[in-house]
C-alpha cells in the first residue's frame, strides 16, 4: 500500500533577533576561488593573415601571442602549420587568469580545402576525452585540469560580400561542439555603411543555414540576461580593428592604426566593435561561457561517450563481463 504524501509546511524567511554571521558565506566563496584562481581557454579559428594574434593580445591588454604578420611587404606571410596551445597567467585586482589559447593553421588557402577543419574539431573534442577520462578515474584529483575549450573566436574576412561557403561549413560543425563568436577581422577596411550591410547580410546566412551561435537562452536564464543576450545577437558579428601600437590622437596615446581614411582608435566604439568584443568575452559572459560548455557542450559528449560505453558493454557475452 503506497504510503500518503505528507504536506510541508510553508518555508518561512525567519529573520534572527541578533547577527549570526551566514551572509558572509559569499565573502567565503570568493577567498577560495581567488585563491585557486580562474582558467579560460579560448581557440582561435580562421584565414591566415586575419590578425588572430594581435586580437587576442588586443583583448588582454599583453603580449600573449606572436604576431604572425610581415613586417614588411615583400616578406612572406608567416602561418601557423600545426595547432599551437599557449599557456599565461595573468592578474587583476588580485585576480588571477589562466588563460589558455589555442591558435589554429589559417585554412581555406588551399585549392583543396576539404576536411580542413577535422583537426579542430577533433583537438576540441579531445579535450572533453580528457576530462572525462580524469573524472572517471577511482582516485581522480580534487581539482581535474580544465583543458575543455570555453570559446572559439571564428574570423571572418572583411570581404563585404557574402561567406565563402567553406566558412558556413566550419561554423555550423564548431557550433556542435563549442561556443562560437564571429568576428569580421580588419574591420577598418570597410567603410561603415558597406560593415553593416556586411553584418546583416552574414546574420541573414547564419540563420538561412542554422547555425546556432553563442549566447544561448536557457530555463535558468532570467529575464535581464535574456535582455544582455538579445543585445549581443544584435552585435553580432563583432566587426573589430586589433592593435598592440599607440597612435596619437587629439594629444594623447590610445591604441589604434592608420588606414587610408585616417586613424582608427580600437577603444573608441564609433570606429570598430572592439570594445564591445572585450566587455562581452570578459566583462557580462566570461563565466557564462565556462558553465555553458560544461553544462550544454561537455555534458552532450559526457551522455553520448557512456551510452556507447554502456552498449558496448551490453554487447559483450555475459562471461566476460
Known amino acids: 500500500m503506497a504510503a500518503a504524501a505528507v504536506a510541508l509546511p510553508p518555508v518561512e524567511e525567519i529573520r534572527a533577533d541578533s547577527y549570526v554571521g551566514f551572509d558572509t558565506i559569499t565573502q567565503q566563496i570568493e577567498h577560495k576561488l581567488l585563491k585557486r584562481g580562474f582558467q579560460f581557454n579560448i581557440i582561435v579559428v580562421g584565414q591566415t593573415g586575419l590578425g588572430k594574434s594581435t586580437l587576442i593580445n588586443t583583448i588582454f591588454a599583453s603580449h600573449l601571442m606572436d604576431s604572425k604578420g610581415r613586417f614588411a611587404a615583400d616578406e612572406p606571410v608567416r602561418q601557423t602549420t600545426e595547432i599551437q596551445a599557449v599557456s599565461h597567467v595573468i592578474a587583476e585586482n588580485g585576480v588571477k587568469l589562466r588563460l589558455n589559447i589555442v591558435d589554429t593553421p589559417g585554412y581555406g588557402d588551399q585549392i583543396n580545402n576539404e576536411g580542413c577543419w577535422d583537426p579542430i574539431i ?56 563549442v561556443n562560437v563568436v564571429p568576428v569580421i577581422a580588419k574591420a577598418d577596411s570597410l567603410t561603415i555603411e558597406e560593415r553593416d550591410r556586411f553584418k546583416a547580410m552574414i546574420r541573414e546566412e547564419m540563420v538561412h543555414h542554422s547555425i546556432r551561435l553563442y549566447p544561448f537562452d536557457t530555463e535558468d536564464t532570467d529575464e535581464e540576461e535574456v535582455q544582455l543576450n538579445e543585445s549581443i545577437r544584435e552585435i553580432i558579428p563583432f566587426a573589430v580593428v586589433g592593435s598592440e601600437s599607440n597612435v596619437i590622437i587629439d594629444g594623447k596615446a590610445v591604441r589604434g592604426r592608420k588606414n587610408r581614411w585616417g586613424v582608427v582608435n580600437v577603444e573608441d566604439a564609433t570606429h570598430c566593435e572592439f570594445v564591445h568584443l572585450r566587455n562581452f568575452l570578459t566583462r557580462s559572459h566570461l563565466q557564462d561561457l565556462i558553465e555553458t560548455t560544461a553544462q550544454i557542450h561537455y555534458e552532450a559528449f559526457r551522455s553520448k561517450q557512456l551510452l556507447a560505453l554502456k552498449e558496448g558493454v551490453n554487447q559483450r557475452p555475459a562471461g566476460d563481463r
Do not use: W
Not at 130 to 136: G, P
Not at 144 to 171: A, E, K, W
Open 122 to 177: 577533433k583537438y576540441i573534442k579531445d579535450q572533453h576525452s580528457a576530462y572525462l577520462r580524469k573524472e572517471l578515474t577511482a582516485m581522480r584529483d580534487r581539482y581535474i585540469q580544465d583543458t575543455r575549450i570555453h570559446c572559439c573566436l571564428y574570423f571572418i574576412n572583411p570581404t563585404g560580400h557574402s561567406l565563402r561557403p567553406i566558412d558556413v561549413i566550419v561554423m555550423k560543425k564548431l557550433s556542435e561542439v
